[in-house]
């Protein structure tokens, strides 16, 4: 069903000649260019994802310019993430429910002009709040681009190579916004890892309208209250890690917070189990194998933000890195990401399974992850190269199986919740494991500076401070990996094998 109408007085010579005219400067559609179709969902996706971790290089600046204390400078990202992954489900049912293109359009363009507003921002209070607009953009946006990607590719090994190429970009997206931030910051200002988006977003719009087909419009609600009670449960839950990291876990605050948190969560469930036409249809977890999935790539994206949270600030703070420099730091691991995502949708899903291949590229990331916490505040950027290569190498691995796991035998009515849900699981994944990691971090720096030797400078102490409490947040980060290989290896079954005349 098509979402554009008619004018009842309408000349159909005239019609006939306007679409005619049409022809002449009209991208061709999608079946003609599938590439190009590919191309802007990819460049949708990358410019959402990016956006989690450019601000990471640039939060020195930040801090500086707009007078963050150093507790609440981790909103800068959870502000964001949690607007993204909080709404993502509302954005795939309104996917659903109004035409996928329309919300990709509409995401797009509040995403482009909350970066617009973002990069003029004069206090924190006007960055955070561009922030959440720009979550509430990429909640729209990119559940409907995924959903186009899955119903515009339905060959199977087409599809296999398109998520291949959109879980390289989900992945390596991340890493890659930290080269970008280190290279705006250097050469510009803060200001333009948020300035950057308006002239991609302003493409997208330009392109996006042509290539992409509507979706047929299904029939249903939007589940507010879902939305609600789980937007503001996830964020009232990471408040209170947050508070904790300063003001302790017994404060009236931290407790009180972690109350309403699990019980706006419990009322999200009991909402979900009676909607008529809930956000999150409970049934998709029926599956073992896909609830699964969904777990460990919360648990994966877990350790993987904290880790560049911390290990920015580390390259900045310890070795002295200018931000340029920071952000290149990253190229090994940006690299590596792409490549191992290519090389695990082309050959090693088909070739070793994608239960095996899972398996190995956790373990990997768990060895990269246990490695870095190792760094010493004499470590050089050489004890860095070799974890980076190998955490890069194992995440980009698992991600294409991950991805496929959590997608498989979804029926299309869920298309658009089950895509909603993988980009859930990232963005709630990091903003969890980032204030788990940074209540760690405060904890472990109070100890840490309590047991310094006297006689040392500010600067010195500092530094060690920093290197003992990282250590101690990436050895938590461990942990979330070290969890995610026992569900992979233990919760998710293997499919038995067709027979060769069964295919």
């Known amino acids: 069903m098509s979402i554009e109408t008619q004018s009842p007085t309408s000349n159909p010579a005239a019609d006939a000649a306007a679409r005619a005219g049409r022809r002449t400067w009209r991208l061709p559609r999608p079946a003609q260019r599938p590439n190009l179709v590919l191309a802007v969902i990819l460049t949708c996706q990358l410019m959402v994802v990016i956006d989690v971790t450019i601000v990471n290089i640039a939060l020195h600046d930040i801090r500086r310019s707009l007078g963050f204390s150093a507790a609440s400078l981790s909103w800068v990202v959870s502000a964001y993430t949690l607007a993204f992954g909080g709404l993502l489900l509302l954005g795939a049912r309104a996917g659903d429910i109004l035409g996928r293109r329309r919300m990709f359009l509409a995401g797009i363009a509040l995403f482009t002009v909350s970066s617009l507003a973002g990069g003029f921002a004069q206090n924190p209070g006007e960055l955070l709040a561009a922030r959440v607009v720009q979550g509430i953009g990429g909640a729209f946006a990119s559940p409907s681009a995924l959903a186009l990607l899955m119903t515009m590719f339905p060959d199977a090994r087409e599809r296999t190579r398109a998520i291949g190429l959109y879980a390289a970009v989900s992945v390596g997206g991340s890493a890659l916004g930290l080269i970008a931030g280190g290279v705006l910051t250097e050469y510009a200002s803060w200001r333009w890892v948020l300035f950057v988006n308006v002239p991609i977003g302003a493409v997208l719009l330009v392109f996006g309208r042509p290539l992409l087909t509507e979706t047929e419009r299904q029939h249903g609600r939007f589940d507010l209250a879902g939305a609600l009670t789980s937007t503001l449960g996830m964020t009232s839950l990471v408040y209170g890690f947050v508070h904790a990291a300063s003001d302790g876990w017994r404060d009236a605050a931290t407790v009180t917070a972690f109350a309403v948190g699990v019980a706006l969560l419990a009322a999200f469930v009991l909402i979900e189990s009676r909607a008529s036409s809930p956000i999150t249809p409970l049934r998709l977890f029926?599956?073992?194998?896909?609830?699964?999935?969904?777990?460990?790539?919360?648990?994966?994206?877990?350790?993987?933000?904290?880790?560049?949270?911390?290990?920015?600030?580390?390259?900045?703070?310890?070795?002295?890195?200018?931000?340029?420099?920071?952000?290149?730091?990253?190229?090994?691991?940006?690299?590596?990401?792409?490549?191992?995502?290519?090389?695990?949708?082309?050959?090693?899903?088909?070739?070793?399974?994608?239960?095996?291949?899972?398996?190995?590229?956790?373990?990997?990331?768990?060895?990269?992850?246990?490695?870095?916490?190792?760094?010493?505040?004499?470590?050089?950027?050489?004890?860095?190269?070799?974890?980076?290569?190998?955490?890069?190498?194992?995440?980009?691995?698992?991600?294409?199986?991950?991805?496929?796991?959590?997608?498989?035998?979804?029926?299309?009515?869920?298309?658009?919740?089950?895509?909603?849900?993988?980009?859930?699981?990232?963005?709630?994944?990091?903003?969890?494991?980032?204030?788990?990691?940074?209540?760690?971090?405060?904890?472990?720096?109070?100890?840490?500076?309590?047991?310094?030797?006297?006689?040392?400078?500010?600067?010195?102490?500092?530094?060690?401070?920093?290197?003992?409490?990282?250590?101690?947040?990436?050895?938590?980060a461990t942990a979330f990996l070290a969890g995610t290989l026992l569900l992979v290896t233990f919760a998710i079954r293997t499919k038995a094998a067709q027979p060769a005349d069964a295919k």
């Open 286 to 476: 029926a599956d073992r194998n896909r609830a699964s999935a969904y777990v460990a790539r919360l648990l994966l994206v877990a350790g993987m933000m904290g880790m560049f949270f911390f290990l920015t600030q580390f390259l900045r703070g310890v070795l002295g890195y200018s931000d340029l420099v920071t952000g290149f730091a990253f190229l090994p691991l940006t690299a590596v990401i792409f490549g191992a995502t290519q090389l695990s949708s082309r050959v090693l899903v088909e070739r070793i399974g994608a239960h095996r291949l899972m398996i190995v590229g956790i373990s990997l990331s768990t060895l990269g992850m246990l490695w870095l916490s190792q760094l010493g505040e004499h470590s050089g950027y050489g004890s860095l190269a070799g974890p980076l290569v190998v955490f890069g190498l194992g995440n980009g691995l698992a991600f294409v199986p991950l991805t496929t796991s959590a997608l498989s035998g979804v029926e299309p009515r869920d298309a658009g919740a089950a895509s909603g849900l993988v980009n859930v699981m990232q963005q709630v994944g990091g903003s969890l494991g980032l204030a788990v990691l940074v209540t760690v971090f405060g904890a472990s720096s109070t100890s840490a500076a309590a047991d310094l030797p006297k006689g040392l400078s500010r600067a010195e102490a500092a530094r060690r401070v920093f290197v003992v409490a990282s250590d101690h947040a990436f050895w938590v």
